[in-house]
């Protein structure tokens, strides 16, 4: 599994391209389910306070698995 890219050592671009390969969009959303995990929402913008640096990876993550 590839770590995800620490907020005080990437830029904003280096964490949008993890998260788009980390979780690409197959646009077959029976078969893949992301946007359901993430409420509806794609992942980049599910994940924006983590590529804008607000928040770490996990905190985000967090949030998705709580319900």
């Known amino acids: ?3 995800p890219p620490d907020i005080a050592n ?3 671009e280096e964490r949008r391209a ?3 390969a980390k ?3 197959i646009a077959d959303c029976d078969m ?3 946007c ?3 409420r509806g929402q794609d992942a980049e913008h599910a994940y924006g ?3 804008a640096g607000k928040r770490s990876y996990m905190d ?3 949030d998705y698995k709580r319900r």
């Open 1 to 3: 599994m590839i770590t």
């Open 36 to 38: 359901k995990v993430f």
């Open 60 to 62: 985000v993550s967090a």
């Open 23 to 25: 979780f690409p969009c």
């Open 10 to 12: 990437s830029t904003i």
């Open 32 to 34: 893949c389910g992301l």
């Open 49 to 51: 306070d983590y590529i």
């Open 18 to 20: 993890f998260i788009k």
